[in-house]
């Protein structure tokens, strides 16, 4: 028989449940799916342990990390994450690509690889929370409601990926 | 593209179709009103108070703020600039000329929803052009523009740009700053209106 | 009716337990779409996979038809969701940032995540990488971001109205775009894949 770890969900299906889930997301608690959300909560709590008076006289921080208020890992964002892990291991179990493996264009090295996800990671950091979220929770999620802020952050997001695709080309083909 | 392809689009596609046809406006005088309001969109219907609070400061010419609460509530406390049509003389000639027109902006107000609600209500199925509901009335107009309070919860950008704004407000109206000392002008504080309690959904993925 | 958990129609721990059972369904929708594959998600930006662009449109799609279906039967109120507030400068900016990062990582966090867990290395740097940058950012937020991170706020606005026309009809006409963008790309894809082929993903990617 085949292997499966090549298989792959017909595309609209996938998207068509995470619609659904979207959908739920709304009707359930009010507000659309998110990634970088939680995130920002784990660097928060993080914050707040390390030094609990830096946490609470930063701006960003502040609102957070008060007295009494509850923990910022006890969130809708962190279970709704946790959920995606989970998902993401049966999905991936079910398939049979559950193990440790870099994913790269063959023309490049590990190491160029790692270097490249960091930086690319650093820059969703600092991109996510200037924009007040990232593709699921800003874009996608925007789109959901009609918010305009989607609409700017789809535009901008694919428009920035393809003005630098040419230059990091060697990093795909 | 395979059938599964094909069919997941159509069925998409006719969710958007579907989606077009069921916008259409609802014929306004065969359903009751609670119907009514819950079916037209809020956006068309709603104000908020920080939205009157900049027209007021800005002495916005096109908008005309009508008080439908009693003359004694009238003379007692009302918003700057604003005229008093009692809910019962809505319909009355004199006074229907200025709510039935297209040329003003007229935004009802009460001291919760229901009375400014109604009048809404009514004048919608009058036909009549331009008119808005300030949200909350005037116990919201109290809790968010005299008495704004400092916002704590997560979605700190928005609400610290938000309470700027109204501490500003607060002043320009004389309400006392930021903080809970009483207000200068002899604000009502009629009793809450009633319906469920809205917590709006923070979070997201900020 | 919905949203239930703003109108305190669930209690707390309820809310959590279906945001895991959500999440677990968007999990599963990304990992089974391919969204751990870096290199299928950035083909959507060389034209030899466009994995992406068909999953999340489809989703935007269908979720928007959903949600305002539901909104014109009654079923939900969007105006009582957590409905995002429009700052168009730094979400400009942050967008074009998210892109390049989108080219340079190949991820973006929430595919990330499931990578990490999954047993994707580079993903799992990459969450590394997500969580310094925020850490920069926040750290560094009184200093450098905050008058940035404010600027440009429009408020709550929904392009349909910012456009001048119905929910319903927008989402009509974006679906249609899609749909037209999928046939579009998927003969790209072909194209792209037979004149000058990319290594299979399945043999390199993984």
Same mark, same amino acid.
């Given at each position: 028989?085949?292997?499966?770890?090549?298989?792959?969900?017909?595309?609209?299906?996938?998207?068509?449940?995470?619609?659904?889930?979207?959908?739920?997301?709304?009707?359930?608690?009010?507000e659309?799916?998110?990634?970088?959300g939680a995130?920002?909560?784990?660097? %928060?709590s993080?914050?707040?342990?390390?030094?609990?008076?830096?946490a609470?006289?930063?701006?960003?921080?502040?609102s957070?990390?008060?007295?009494?208020?509850?923990s910022?890992l006890?969130s809708?964002?962190?279970?709704?994450?946790?959920g995606? =892990?989970?998902?993401? %291991?049966?999905?991936?179990?079910y398939?049979?690509?559950?193990?440790?493996? %870099?994913?790269?264009?063959?023309? =490049?090295?590990?190491?160029?690889?790692?270097?490249?996800? %960091?930086a690319?990671?650093l820059?969703?950091g600092?991109?996510?929370?200037?924009g007040?979220?990232?593709?699921?929770?800003?874009?996608?999620s925007g789109?959901?409601v009609?918010?305009?802020?989607?609409?700017?952050?789809?535009?901008?997001?694919?428009?920035?990926?393809?003005?630098?695709?040419?230059?990091?080309?060697?990093?795909?083909? | 593209m395979?059938?599964l392809d094909?069919?997941?689009i159509?069925?998409?596609l006719?969710?958007?179709?579907w989606?077009v046809l069921?916008?259409?406006?609802?014929?306004?005088?065969?359903?009751?009103?609670?119907k009514?309001?819950? !079916?037209?969109?809020?956006?068309?219907? !709603?104000?908020s108070?920080?939205?009157?609070?900049?027209?007021?400061?800005?002495?916005?010419?096109?908008?005309?703020?009508v008080?439908?609460?009693?003359?004694?509530?009238?003379?007692?406390? #009302?918003?700057p600039?604003?005229?008093?049509?009692?809910?019962d003389s809505?319909?009355?000639? &004199?006074?229907?000329?200025?709510? &039935?027109?297209?040329?003003?902006k007229?935004i009802?107000?009460?001291?919760? &929803?229901?009375?400014?609600?109604k009048?809404?209500?009514? !004048?919608?199925?009058?036909d009549?052009k331009?008119?808005y509901?300030?949200?909350g009335g005037?116990?919201?107009?109290?809790?968010?523009?005299l008495?704004?309070?400092?916002? #704590?919860?997560?979605?700190? #950008?928005?609400a610290?740009?938000?309470?700027?704004?109204r501490?500003g407000?607060?002043?320009?109206?004389?309400g006392?700053? #930021?903080?809970?000392?009483s207000?200068s002008?002899?604000a009502?504080?009629?009793?809450?209106?009633?319906?469920?309690?809205?917590?709006?959904?923070?979070g997201?993925?900020e | 009716?919905?949203?239930?958990f703003?109108?305190e129609l669930?209690?707390?721990p309820?809310?959590?337990?279906i +945001?895991?059972?959500?999440?677990t369904?968007?999990?599963i929708?990304?990992?089974?779409?391919?969204?751990?594959n870096?290199?299928?998600?950035a083909?959507?930006f060389?034209?030899?996979?466009?994995?992406?662009?068909?999953?999340?449109?489809?989703? +935007?799609?269908?979720?928007?038809?959903?949600?305002?279906?539901?909104?014109?039967?009654?079923?939900?109120?969007?105006?009582?969701?957590?409905?995002?507030?429009?700052?168009?400068?730094?979400?400009?900016?942050?967008?074009?940032?998210?892109?390049?990062?989108?080219?340079?990582?190949?991820?973006?966090?929430?595919?990330?995540?499931?990578a990490?867990?999954?047993?994707k290395i580079?993903?799992m740097?990459?969450?590394?990488g997500?969580?310094?940058?925020?850490?920069g950012?926040?750290?560094?937020?009184?200093?450098?971001?905050?008058s940035?991170?404010?600027?440009?706020?429009?408020?709550?606005?929904?392009i349909?109205?910012?456009?001048?026309i119905?929910?319903?009809?927008?989402?009509?006409?974006?679906?249609?775009?899609?749909?037209?963008?999928?046939?579009?790309v998927?003969?790209?894809q072909?194209?792209?894949?037979?004149?000058?082929?990319?290594?299979?993903?399945?043999?390199?990617?993984?």
């Amino acid at each position: 028989m085949e292997n499966k770890r090549n298989k792959y969900m017909n595309p609209y299906l996938a998207g068509f449940l995470i619609g659904l889930m979207m959908i739920f997301a709304y009707y359930y608690a009010g507000e659309g799916l998110g990634g970088s959300g939680a995130f920002k909560k784990v660097v %928060i709590s993080g914050v707040d342990a390390v030094n609990h008076d830096y946490a609470k006289n930063a701006t960003y921080f502040a609102s957070s990390v008060q007295e009494g208020s509850s923990s910022p890992l006890n969130s809708w964002l962190i279970f709704e994450v946790l959920g995606v =892990i989970v998902g993401a %291991i049966i999905s991936a179990a079910y398939f049979g690509r559950l193990t440790f493996k %870099i994913g790269k264009s063959p023309n =490049i090295t590990n190491k160029t690889r790692i270097i490249a996800a %960091i930086a690319g990671g650093l820059l969703w950091g600092v991109g996510s929370q200037l924009g007040r979220g990232c593709t699921s929770g800003l874009i996608m999620s925007g789109m959901a409601v009609n918010a305009f802020s989607g609409y700017v952050g789809l535009a901008a997001v694919f428009g920035g990926g393809y003005l630098f695709a040419y230059f990091f080309r060697k990093l795909w083909i | 593209m395979k059938g599964l392809d094909k069919f997941i689009i159509l069925i998409v596609l006719v969710g958007g179709i579907w989606l077009v046809l069921s916008s259409g406006k609802p014929n306004l005088h065969q359903i009751t009103p609670e119907k009514m309001l819950s !079916c037209i969109n809020k956006q068309e219907r !709603c104000v908020s108070t920080d939205e009157v609070a900049k027209f007021i400061m800005g002495k916005d010419p096109s908008v005309i703020l009508v008080d439908v609460r009693t003359e004694e509530e009238y003379k007692k406390f #009302s918003l700057p600039g604003s005229i008093n049509i009692p809910f019962d003389s809505v319909l009355n000639e &004199n006074f229907s000329s200025y709510v &039935n027109q297209d040329i003003y902006k007229i935004i009802f107000y009460s001291n919760g &929803n229901t009375l400014a609600d109604k009048t809404w209500l009514v !004048c919608r199925g009058l036909d009549y052009k331009n008119i808005y509901v300030m949200t909350g009335g005037l116990n919201e107009w109290v809790k968010t523009i005299l008495r704004p309070v400092k916002p #704590s919860d997560t979605e700190s #950008s928005d609400a610290f740009a938000m309470y700027e704004f109204r501490k500003g407000a607060s002043k320009y109206f004389g309400g006392g700053g #930021s903080d809970g000392t009483s207000s200068s002008v002899g604000a009502p504080a009629p009793s809450a209106p009633k319906g469920n309690k809205k917590k709006k959904a923070g979070g997201g993925c900020e | 009716m919905g949203p239930l958990f703003p109108q305190e129609l669930i209690s707390e721990p309820v809310n959590l337990l279906i +945001a895991f059972v959500i999440g677990t369904g968007f999990g599963i929708g990304l990992e089974a779409g391919g969204f751990t594959n870096t290199r299928k998600l950035a083909g959507v930006f060389y034209g030899y996979d466009f994995v992406v662009l068909k999953v999340f449109f489809t989703a +935007a799609m269908t979720s928007a038809i959903g949600l305002f279906l539901m909104n014109n039967y009654g079923l939900i109120d969007i105006q009582l969701t957590f409905y995002p507030s429009t700052f168009w400068i730094p979400t400009l900016i942050a967008g074009l940032v998210m892109g390049l990062g989108f080219i340079v990582g190949g991820f973006c966090p929430g595919t990330s995540v499931c990578a990490a867990f999954t047993g994707k290395i580079d993903g799992m740097f990459f969450v590394g990488g997500v969580i310094l940058g925020i850490l920069g950012y926040s750290l560094s937020y009184d200093k450098i971001f905050k008058s940035l991170h404010l600027s440009g706020g429009m408020g709550k606005v929904n392009i349909a109205d910012f456009l001048g026309i119905s929910n319903g009809l927008f989402i009509f006409i974006v679906t249609v775009v899609a749909v037209v963008a999928f046939v579009i790309v998927t003969k790209i894809q072909k194209k792209v894949n037979s004149k000058d082929p990319v290594p299979a993903i399945e043999e390199l990617g993984l």
